[in-house]
């Protein structure tokens, strides 16, 4: 009787629950302009293309936080530059970035961390990553609310962004790295596969919901915060993958989403 209890509360603690909340506001935040720009299965494949840093942090013995950066940073900027130049479509690159870095990653990845990286943990970060976390996470919110009404028009309304002289480009690749940080944080506590989910099913059931962006923003942002609360509760209370819980819980609302719409 006394295990069991002890193991939900070390679950549930604060500061466990602190970091999911950070990763889960400016997921939810940025989702809301994933899903209004279709870009949702970019948002997941950009989470894959983080694996080979991740795998040369654990090989070499540096942060693998500071990999997955470094390689979705240079992959961003990579993309951006090739699909200004018209060769190929900015969805055709990501893929072909996502497939081989995804290969790449599981060839190189230490077995042993192998589902970690993929799945996250949570229950397991340290101070520093806590820390990193934390201001990574409060770094994305300021650039997000600062750039609100900008990120709004070129997801929303393009043609009047450039009217109105807005240097949609820049912007477009702001969002990206804004986008890219965020997965490379969220990677440690819920992983390189679910990362992308964590963006997308909070502002996808908010869009079922909500009939004005205000609603979408604030729908997304109660639903990234449930799923984070009671996937982290369910996986202590039933000692089970805390990544794999808060996106279920995400999937769930999602599908209950769908008969308000219906309704």
Do not use: C
Request: neutral net charge; hydrophobic residues 65%.
């Amino acid at each position: 009787m006394t295990v069991f209890p002890s193991f939900i509360f070390q679950m549930i603690s604060p500061t466990v629950f602190f970091v999911g909340v950070v990763v889960a506001l400016s997921a939810s935040l940025l989702g809301v302009f994933v899903v209004g720009r279709r870009m949702a299965l970019i948002s997941d494949a950009l989470s894959h293309v983080a694996l080979p840093g991740l795998a040369a942090g654990l090989l070499l013995g540096f942060d693998p936080f500071l990999g997955a950066l470094a390689v979705l940073f240079f992959s961003v900027l990579i993309i951006s530059s090739i699909e200004r130049q018209g060769i190929l479509s900015f969805e055709t690159l990501v893929g072909i970035f996502f497939t081989a870095a995804l290969a790449i990653g599981l060839l190189i990845i230490p077995e042993e961390h192998l589902l970690e990286s993929l799945f996250g943990d949570i229950a397991k970060i340290g101070y520093l990553e806590i820390l990193e976390t934390a201001l990574l996470g409060f770094l994305i919110l300021f650039f997000i609310v600062f750039f609100f009404r900008e990120f709004s028009k070129i997801t929303f309304s393009s043609d009047l962004a450039w009217g109105e002289g807005l240097n949609v480009n820049r912007l477009n690749l702001a969002f990206l790295l804004l986008l890219a940080l965020s997965v490379a944080m969220g990677i440690k506590i819920i992983g390189a596969l679910l990362m992308g989910a964590l963006i997308i099913l909070p502002a996808s059931a908010a869009k079922n919901a909500a009939g004005s962006l205000k609603g979408l923003t604030l729908l997304s942002i109660i639903f990234g915060l449930i799923s984070v609360f009671v996937g982290l509760f369910l996986a202590g209370a039933f000692q089970l993958p805390p990544g794999p819980m808060v996106v279920m819980v995400s999937a769930a609302i999602f599908g209950l989403s769908l008969f308000v719409r219906k309704a």
